[in-house]
């Protein structure tokens, strides 16, 4: 049975950090790009991250630039978000997703063909 699974997410103070994981089972992530994405509540879910089969090349959304970090183990069959200098404004469910390709185009939800069940992540005092 195909599956990511996230984990890693909680409750953290502004300004904490938090590493996501994002782990696969029963089929090997060495051939696709992998994407964060997340989605606050009553808000569209929008893409955070990606990174591509080789962890050769990564993208980042604006809002996050500076402060997350993708990077992927493939002999773990696992990809990660570092995530620092967190803000309120970040406290979502955190998805990671697997694209149907190697390269990291963007966040066309189309284009991911295997999803995680999501992994809150709550940032408040």
């Known amino acids: 049975q195909l599956q990511l699974v996230e984990s890693g997410g909680g409750l953290v103070q502004p300004g904490g950090s938090l590493r996501l994981s994002c782990a696969a089972s029963g089929f090997t992530l060495d051939y696709q790009a992998i994407g964060w994405f997340r989605q606050a509540p009553g808000k569209e879910r929008e893409g955070v991250s990606c990174?591509?089969?080789?962890?050769?090349?990564?993208k980042y959304a604006d809002s996050v630039k500076g402060r997350f970090t993708i990077s992927r183990d493939n002999a773990k069959n696992t990809v990660y978000l570092q995530m620092s200098s967190l803000t309120p404004e970040d406290t979502a469910v955190y998805y990671c997703?697997?694209?149907?390709?190697?390269?990291?185009?963007?966040?066309?939800?189309?284009?991911?063909?295997?999803w995680g069940q999501g992994t809150q992540v709550t940032i408040a005092s």
């Open positions: 990174i591509n089969n080789s962890g050769s090349s990564t």
């Open positions: 997703a697997a694209a149907g390709h190697y390269y990291c185009s963007g966040y066309v939800l189309s284009e991911y063909v295997s």
